[in-house]
């Protein structure tokens, strides 16, 4: 079985993208990729349950990448710590994200559709941090006066009163902040798809003119994540996020990272430290030659 995905909310499991060329395929009617398990907060789930669903997921999967926004309550973010420490496992891994929501439900789709390559559980979670570089997560808002996530000047504080003013705010990879009609953000300069979640004229900006501005081969519309408003500091907003939608060149990607052993854990890692323990690789004056003696 594939190494579990899960999530800290049903509404960061994007539905899978209509057309996808290299996609796995499936039974009629279900997704081409395995689902994520949501893990929910303390006032949706008992402890009891909490454990037992997984533990269940350990038996069935063995390893569980779990991924959650850095703004998740402390209720929640203590009780996914609580279950790791009574399973005593080093068979999870928790992984925050500074993502925004829509970017990060992105991210966890991307996962899941790496699930069922060859990769094992440590490159899977590994390979977390490498796609969230290539996602461009942005939202359209009507207001930044509570926006604390990129740098507002205080002139565009003072705009942002104003009737009709409207923004346009990319927050990864690069904070940028422009007034809609007066300027524009710099996309990605690969070929990509763009979701959007939002409704109205926002919406309508982000499908259309933002979508033709960075010349994106496909537009996908979903529901807002739950997570969004207090993540943007307004309700009245449209995120949206640029990413990579084909399986083979997410493979491809994460295929041509340089694998190696943690030497902490052990676990298989690309990148600078591992996915599981956090544990930094090395740099090449500490490594140890293949005999693993000096």
Same mark, same amino acid.
């Given at each position: 079985?594939?190494?579990?995905?899960?999530?800290?909310?049903?509404?960061?499991?994007?539905?899978?993208?209509? /057309?996808?060329?290299?996609s796995r395929?499936?039974p009629?009617?279900s997704?081409?990729?395995?689902?994520?398990?949501?893990?929910?907060?303390?006032?949706?789930?008992?402890l009891d349950?909490?454990l037992?669903e997984?533990?269940?997921?350990?038996?069935?999967?063995?390893?569980?990448?779990?991924?959650?926004?850095?703004?998740?309550p402390?209720a929640h973010r203590?009780?996914?710590?609580?279950?790791?420490?009574?399973?005593?496992?080093?068979?999870i891994?928790?992984i925050?994200?500074a993502l925004p929501?829509l970017g990060?439900?992105v991210?966890?789709?991307q996962?899941?559709?790496l699930?069922?390559c060859?990769?094992?559980?440590?490159?899977?979670a *590994?390979?977390a941090?490498?796609?969230?570089?290539?996602i461009?997560?942005?939202?359209?808002?009507?207001?930044?006066?509570?926006l604390?996530?990129?740098?507002?000047?205080?002139?565009t504080?003072?705009?942002?009163?104003?009737?009709g003013?409207q923004?346009? =705010?990319?927050?990864?990879?690069?904070?940028?902040?422009?007034?809609?009609?007066?300027g524009?953000?710099?996309g990605?300069?690969?070929?990509c798809h763009l979701? =959007?979640?939002?409704?109205?004229?926002?919406?309508?900006w982000a499908?259309?003119?933002l979508?033709?501005?960075?010349?994106?081969?496909?537009?996908?519309?979903c529901p807002l994540? /739950?997570? *969004?408003?207090?993540w943007?500091?307004?309700?009245?907003?449209t995120?949206?996020a640029?990413?990579l939608?084909?399986?083979?060149?997410?493979?491809?990607l994460v295929?041509s990272v340089r694998r190696?052993?943690?030497?902490?854990c052990?676990?298989e890692?690309?990148g600078?430290?591992? /996915?599981?323990c956090?544990?930094? =690789?090395?740099?090449?004056?500490?490594?140890?030659?293949?005999g693993?003696t000096?």
């Amino acid at each position: 079985m594939p190494t579990a995905i899960a999530v800290t909310n049903a509404d960061l499991l994007l539905p899978a993208i209509e /057309g996808s060329p290299n996609s796995r395929p499936g039974p009629a009617g279900s997704e081409p990729y395995p689902p994520a398990a949501v893990l929910a907060s303390p006032d949706e789930q008992s402890l009891d349950a909490a454990l037992g669903e997984t533990h269940r997921l350990l038996e069935q999967h063995g390893h569980v990448v779990a991924l959650y926004p850095d703004s998740l309550p402390d209720a929640h973010r203590r009780r996914l710590h609580t279950v790791r420490s009574i399973l005593e496992s080093d068979r999870i891994t928790l992984i925050p994200s500074a993502l925004p929501p829509l970017g990060l439900a992105v991210l966890v789709r991307q996962l899941r559709q790496l699930s069922v390559c060859d990769f094992s559980p440590g490159v899977l979670a *590994s390979a977390a941090r490498l796609l969230a570089h290539y996602i461009h997560a942005g939202a359209v808002l009507n207001s930044v006066t509570r926006l604390d996530r990129v740098p507002v000047a205080l002139k565009t504080h003072a705009r942002s009163w104003l009737p009709g003013s409207q923004f346009a =705010v990319l927050a990864h990879p690069v904070p940028q902040l422009v007034r809609v009609g007066t300027g524009e953000l710099e996309g990605p300069d690969y070929s990509c798809h763009l979701v =959007v979640a939002g409704d109205g004229a926002t919406s309508s900006w982000a499908a259309g003119t933002l979508a033709a501005l960075w010349q994106v081969n496909g537009v996908q519309e979903c529901p807002l994540p /739950g997570y *969004s408003a207090p993540w943007w500091g307004t309700a009245k907003l449209t995120e949206f996020a640029a990413y990579l939608p084909d399986l083979s060149v997410l493979y491809q990607l994460v295929a041509s990272v340089r694998r190696e052993s943690c030497r902490w854990c052990g676990m298989e890692l690309i990148g600078d430290r591992c /996915g599981f323990c956090a544990s930094p =690789v090395p740099g090449p004056e500490l490594r140890l030659p293949a005999g693993g003696t000096s």
